[in-house]
């Protein structure tokens, strides 16, 4: 049983908590380039490498280096399919992929645990800012407050869209609660500021040794918390 607690407002991060992944189509490209490669590579390797990359890329973008995470999608997608010797053009892989972004589909739940909130609620997304609003719109949502990487110039897990969205709310890190499914993004991000987190976890994986501090909450979808927050 999850105990209930009073928040002044919600942190969420949007794909993988509110709405679905894109799971399915990234292991779509990864097939694509596997089978079309010279080199025959297994697809959890092409997956993997393409992962690291990925957040490489991520990490290193901020301030100055800034880059949209379509710009960077397509950058890492280009490598990747340069290091395979694929034919495939990054541009025509990634269709797919940005259609879904600016029109996910919701998670089992989420649109009626949203109904229910009785506070304020700020996404806080590493997605592009024209990407998240057209999801929102397409969606039929409403937020009280957005916090995009491109807004703060730097992605999760850094402190700068927390801050933002503790700004923007006017609230104290222990008097909101980060609910997200990254264990990376949110739970270190987001507890690194002291903000209490609770990590969706739909696989049931477990919490690494090296976390740091946990979760305070570790459930299965985001509507398993309509009894914390009252």
């Known amino acids: 049983m999850i105990s209930g607690a009073r928040y002044e ?7 993988g908590t509110l709405v679905e992944e894109d799971t399915q189509i990234i292991a779509r490209i990864v097939q694509r380039i596997a089978e079309s490669s010279p080199r025959a590579p297994a697809a959890a390797e092409v997956s993997g490498h393409w992962s690291r990359r990925f957040g490489a890329l991520c990490a290193a973008a901020h301030g ?3 880059q949209t995470q379509r710009a960077l999608e397509l950058a890492s997608l280009a490598e990747l399919v340069e290091r395979y010797g694929s034919p ?22 989420a649109v009626e645990f949203l109904r229910g909130l009785r506070v304020p609620v700020c996404l806080v997304s590493n997605i592009d800012a024209t990407d ?20 703060c110039r730097a992605y999760k897990p850094r402190a700068e869209l927390f801050e933002a969205a503790l ?35 739909p696989h049931g994986r477990p919490l690494p040794a090296d976390l740091g501090a946990p979760p305070r909450y570790v459930v299965s979808r985001v509507s398993d918390l309509a009894s914390v927050i009252r």
């Open 9 to 15: 407002a919600i942190l969420f991060d949007f794909y």
């Open 64 to 66: 100055g280096r800034f």
């Open 88 to 109: 495939l053009d990054p541009e025509e892989l990634s269709a797919e992929l940005f259609a879904y972004w600016v029109a996910p589909q919701p998670i089992d739940g």
């Open 132 to 151: 998240l609003a057209a999801a929102v719109s397409s969606l039929g949502w409403s937020f009280d407050d957005a916090v995009t990487s491109q807004a």
């Open 167 to 201: 700004v923007q709310l006017g609230c104290a890190t222990d008097a909101v609660l980060h609910i997200g499914d990254s264990l990376d993004s949110d739970v270190r991000g987001a507890s690194a500021l002291g903000i209490p987190v609770a990590w969706v976890n």
